[in-house]
C-alpha cells in the first residue's frame, strides 16, 4: 500500500504544476536570486492576491525576470538627456542629426563602454511600485474593442512585459497611448478584429524613421523618450513601433537577422500579431506585408523573436553557463522563427577533427568583412546537424572559442532548392577569372536601368527646338565610365542630357572633350534645377564618384549648359549614378580564395580605365573575394561561372 501511495505522489509531481510540492518553481528561483531585492517582489505577489489574473501576470513576468537586464551609471543617463535634449529642441536634415550623434558620443563614449561593462538586472533592481503600475496599465488596454480574438496567453507574451530590450526602464505606456479622440471612434463600434490592421496601418504611417549606424554598442533608449527620435538605428524604431502597439493592447514583438545571408549587417523590425497564430511584420511608412518586398535581393539566413519569456529549447538554457557564448545567443529570450519567412532546410554537416573542447558548433555567414555567427547546433564527434536554415547562402561553420570564430568545416551553398553543396577549390584544374566588381551589383545596376533611354543632345537654341540627338543610351551592362565618341561635324552652342522619365536624371559624373582632347567647361547651367538638397547639377563635374544629380521631378527632366562659344564635341564621358565598387584606375586590386579555412592570394592587379581585371591560375570551383587595398570597406564572397561572377 506504501508503495502504491509513493508511486502515486511521484506521478502527481510529475503531471501537475504543483512545483512547491517537488521542486524548485520558476518563481521559487527568481526570488531566491533578487537577493535583497526580494521584498520588493512579494510585496507585488501580495498586492495581487486578491486579483487572480493579475497575480497570474506577476508570476509570470517575476519568473522570466532573472535574465533580463538594462545599463545605468551616469555616462548612460547623460546620454538618454543629451539625446533625448536635442530631440526635443532640435532642428536640422539628417546631416544636423549626425553631427549632433557624433558630437555627443564623443563626450561620452568612453564612458558608455565602462557602464556597459556592468548590467543591471532587473531581479535585483526593479521596485514594487514600477512593477505594479505597468500590470494596470497593461490590463487597462486589455478586452477592447479590438483585442478580444487575443488568448490570454499571448496578451502575457506580447503586451504585458515592461521591456522589449536592454533599454532604460520607464513608465512607457502613458506617453504611448491611444489619442482620446481615436478611442472613443473605436468605442463606438462593436467588437471588430480586423480593427487591429487599420491600427497597425496608422502607426506604420506615423512614423518616419531615419536610420543612424552608431560605430559602437549603445544602450536602448527608455521606451518612454522614443515618440521624440529624429534619427535613429532600426532597433529602436522597432521597439518603438512594438511599444505603440503594446500600449494599444495588441500583441506585439521585434524579430531580427543577426546577419544578412548575402550583404552586411543585420536587421531588426516589428512585428504585430493581428491573431494568435499570424505575425505580420511592420515596415515604417509602407503597406502592411510590404517589409521584405523591398529587400527581395536580401537573403536571410536565419530569423529570431525576441521575447520575453525565457525559451527553454535556446543555447543559453541548454548551456547551462558552462560554455562561452556568442552575443547573438547569450540570452534565454529568444525563438527561432526563420520557417515563418522562408523556404528553410535541415542541413547535416561534417567537421575538421580539431582538438577543442566545446560541445557547440556555429554556422556563420559572410558579412563582407568577415564570417559572422548566426546558428548553432550540438556537435556529435564530428558532426553537426543545423535546423531551419534559409536557401541561397554560403554557409560556414566555425566554433566560438575565447571570444574568436575558428573555422570548423568547409564552406558550402546551400542553394535555393535545399541541396548542399561543398565549395572546394580544384588546385589541379585552373581557370582565367574576369572581374569587374568587388560587391554584388543589385543596386548598382537599379541605378544603371534609368540611364536606358537617355539622350545626349546639342543645339544652338537654348529651348533645343533644332536639337540634334548625339547618343541614344542603349541597354548597357556594366555601372562604370562610358566613353561615346560623337563624330560632329560642326560646333554648337549647348549641350543637355535628357533623362528617360521615372529617372530622376540620375547621373553621377558627365563631361564633353573637344577634337584635342580638352575639357569643355560650361559657361553656364540651365535646365531643370528643382532638384534634392546637395544633389544639383554641379555634382556632374566634381570627381566624386559616389555624388549625383537627383531632380525632385520624374517627368521631363533635362539639364545641360551653354559653351563660352560654340563648340564641337568630340567624345563624352558619362557615369551613371553608382556605388563606386566597380574597378578603378589606378588603384589596387587582390583576388583571395577561400581554402582550409583560410584567404589564400591570387596576386595583385591595378585598376583600369576598362574596369575589367583578368586573374590567371585560379583554382576552379573556388569561393572567392576581390579586396581593395585603395579604399571602401564593400567586399562581397562570389563563385565563377560560365564567365560571371556570380554573387553570394
Known amino acids: 500500500m506504501m508503495k502504491k501511495l509513493l508511486h502515486f505522489f511521484i506521478l502527481l509531481c510529475m503531471t501537475t504544476g504543483i512545483a512547491n510540492s517537488c521542486k524548485e518553481s520558476g518563481l521559487d528561483r527568481s526570488l531566491s536570486q533578487a537577493g535583497n531585492n526580494r521584498k520588493e517582489l512579494e510585496a507585488v505577489l501580495r498586492h495581487y492576491r486578491n486579483a487572480p489574473l493579475k497575480l497570474q501576470a506577476a508570476r509570470f513576468l517575476i519568473e522570466n525576470m532573472d535574465a533580463h537586464y538594462g545599463f545605468g551609471g551616469e555616462a548612460v543617463e547623460e546620454y538618454y538627456h543629451a539625446m533625448d535634449s536635442i530631440f526635443r529642441h532640435g532642428k536640422g536634415d539628417r546631416t544636423y542629426w549626425n553631427r549632433q550623434y557624433d558630437s555627443i558620443l564623443a563626450q561620452v563614449g568612453t564612458g558608455l563602454d565602462s557602464c556597459m561593462s556592468v548590467p543591471l ?179 536571410l539566413p536565419k530569423v529570431f523573436r525576441n521575447t520575453y519569456e525565457k525559451n527553454p529549447y535556446s543555447l543559453y538554457v541548454q548551456n547551462k553557463e558552462r560554455d562561452s557564448l556568442p552575443y547573438v545567443f547569450n540570452t534565454p529570450y529568444i525563438l527561432d522563427v526563420t520557417d515563418q519567412y522562408v523556404e528553410t532546410s535541415d542541413v547535416d554537416v561534417h567537421l575538421y577533427n580539431l582538438d577543442y573542447d566545446t560541445r557547440y558548433v556555429y554556422l556563420s555567414v559572410f558579412n563582407d568583412q568577415k564570417w559572422s555567427i548566426v546558428h548553432w547546433a550540438r556537435k556529435k564527434g564530428t558532426k553537426a546537424r543545423f535546423t531551419k536554415l534559409g536557401r541561397d547562402i554560403v554557409y560556414l561553420p566555425v566554433y566560438f572559442i575565447q571570444g574568436l570564430t575558428i573555422p570548423a568545416g568547409n ?109 569643355l567647361r560650361p559657361h553656364e547651367y540651365f535646365g531643370n534645377l528643382h532638384t534634392r538638397p546637395g544633389m544639383g547639377i554641379e555634382n556632374l563635374s566634381d570627381g566624386n564618384t559616389l555624388s549625383y544629380y537627383e531632380s525632385h521631378d520624374l517627368y521631363n527632366v533635362w539639364y545641360g549648359w551653354e559653351f563660352e562659344s560654340p563648340s564641337q564635341i568630340s567624345q563624352i564621358l558619362f557615369l551613371p549614378r553608382n556605388d563606386d565598387n566597380f574597378i578603378r584606375e589606378k588603384e589596387i586590386y587582390e583576388l583571395l580564395y577561400w581554402d582550409n579555412g583560410e584567404w589564400h592570394s591570387l596576386g595583385q592587379q591595378t585598376g583600369n580605365f576598362k574596369s575589367e581585371l583578368v586573374f590567371k591560375n585560379v583554382p576552379s570551383g573556388a569561393l572567392l573575394l576581390l579586396r581593395n587595398h585603395t579604399k571602401g570597406k564593400e567586399e562581397r564572397i562570389f563563385t565563377y561561372q560560365n564567365g560571371k561572377q556570380i554573387w553570394r
Open 411 to 519: 564552406a558550402f551553398l546551400l542553394d535555393h532548392k535545399g541541396l548542399k553543396t561543398d565549395i572546394q577549390p580544384d588546385i589541379s584544374k585552373k581557370i582565367s577569372v574576369t572581374v569587374k566588381r568587388k560587391f554584388r551589383d543589385t543596386k548598382s545596376n537599379h541605378f544603371l536601368q534609368g540611364v536606358i533611354g537617355g539622350k545626349f543632345q546639342v543645339a544652338n537654341r537654348k529651348d533645343f527646338r533644332d536639337s540634334i540627338t548625339l547618343y541614344d543610351i542603349p541597354r548597357i551592362e556594366d555601372n562604370r565610365y562610358h566613353k561615346v565618341n560623337t563624330n560632329m561635324s560642326q560646333p554648337y552652342k549647348y549641350f543637355r542630357y535628357l533623362s528617360p522619365n521615372l529617372s530622376r536624371g540620375n547621373m553621377a559624373e558627365l563631361y564633353v572633350f573637344n577634337e584635342t582632347g580638352d575639357t
Open 121 to 299: 538586472f532587473d531581479i535585483e533592481h526593479i521596485k514594487a511600485d514600477f512593477l505594479i503600475a505597468h500590470i494596470d496599465s497593461a490590463f487597462a488596454v486589455w478586452d477592447r474593442n479590438w483585442n478580444r480574438q487575443y488568448s490570454f496567453d499571448m496578451f502575457l507574451r506580447y503586451v504585458l512585459p515592461y521591456r522589449i530590450g536592454h533599454e532604460g526602464l520607464s513608465l512607457w505606456r502613458g506617453n504611448l497611448s491611444m489619442a482620446a479622440l481615436e478611442q472613443e471612434s473605436y468605442k463606438q463600434n462593436i467588437f471588430n478584429s480586423t480593427y487591429v490592421y487599420e491600427i497597425a496601418n496608422t502607426i506604420s504611417w506615423l512614423l518616419r524613421p531615419a536610420i543612424y549606424y552608431p560605430s559602437r554598442h549603445l544602450p536602448n533608449f527608455p521606451l518612454d523618450k522614443l515618440p521624440n527620435l529624429k534619427l535613429a538605428s532600426c532597433r529602436e524604431y522597432a521597439h518603438l513601433c512594438a511599444a505603440l502597439f503594446r500600449a494599444r493592447g495588441i500583441p506585439a514583438t521585434v524579430d531580427f537577422v543577426p546577419q544578412w545571408g548575402n550583404r552586411s549587417l543585420g536587421h531588426v523590425w516589428c512585428v504585430f500579431f493581428p491573431n494568435n497564430q499570424t505575425s505580420i511584420p511592420v515596415e515604417l511608412c509602407e503597406p502592411l506585408g510590404t517589409e521584405f518586398m523591398r529587400r527581395r535581393e536580401d537573403r
